[in-house]
C-alpha cells in the first residue's frame, strides 16, 4: 500500500480536515460557554496550508524580550495559546455589543461558522477521496 501522505494534494487536504477539526473545537468551546459571564468568543488562525508545517508561523511576540511579566500580557495569551494541533487560538474584538454579563458570544455567528467549516470539511473529504480513487485507477492501469 502507498503512503499517500507523501503527495502534496494528500498532505494538504489532510492537514486542512485536521485545522477544520480543531476549528469545530473552538467554536463548539463558544457554544458551551454562551451563557458564560464574561466570556468572549475565540476563534483559530488558519495557517498556510503551502508551508512545510502549520506551527512554522512567527507571532508578533517572537524574539522580544519584556522586562515585567505583565508587558506585552494580552498579546502572550494569544500567542501561548495554541490548541492540540498548535494552531494559534485568539480572541478578535468583538464586532457586536456585548450581553449585560460581559459575554460576547452570539450563538447564530457560531452556528454559522460550525456549518461553514462542516462543509468545508466535506469538500476536503469529496477531494481527498477523488484523488485517491484517481490513484487508484492510475495505479491499476500501470500495474493491471
Same mark, same amino acid.
Given at each position: ?19 477544520? @477539526?480543531?476549528?469545530?473545537? +473552538? $467554536? ?14 475565540? /476563534? ?6 503551502? #508551508?512545510?508545517? @502549520? ?44 450581553? $449585560? ?6 450563538? #447564530? ?5 460550525? @456549518?461553514?467549516? @462542516?462543509? #468545508?470539511?466535506?469538500?476536503? $473529504?469529496? $477531494?481527498?477521496?477523488?484523488?485517491? /480513487?484517481?490513484?487508484? +485507477? ?7
Amino acid at each position: 500500500m502507498v503512503d499517500l501522505s507523501n503527495l502534496t494534494v494528500f498532505n494538504m487536504a489532510g492537514r486542512n480536515m485536521q485545522y477544520l @477539526s480543531a476549528k469545530q473545537r +473552538v $467554536i463548539a468551546q463558544n457554544i458551551a460557554n454562551a451563557s458564560t459571564p464574561g466570556y468572549l468568543a475565540k /476563534d483559530i488562525e488558519k495557517p498556510d496550508f503551502l #508551508e512545510g508545517s @502549520s506551527t512554522n508561523k512567527t507571532t508578533l511576540i517572537t524574539g522580544l524580550t519584556t522586562t515585567h511579566e505583565k508587558h506585552f500580557a494580552s498579546l502572550k495569551s494569544v500567542s501561548d495559546s495554541r490548541s492540540k494541533g498548535g494552531y494559534k487560538i485568539y480572541t478578535p474584538a468583538p464586532k457586536d455589543a456585548l450581553t $449585560i454579563d460581559g459575554n460576547g458570544v452570539i450563538v #447564530e455567528d457560531q452556528m454559522n461558522e460550525a @456549518s461553514k467549516a @462542516s462543509n #468545508e470539511y466535506k469538500k476536503m $473529504i469529496n $477531494i481527498y477521496n477523488k484523488y485517491k /480513487d484517481m490513484m487508484s +485507477v492510475a495505479n491499476t492501469k500501470i500495474n493491471g
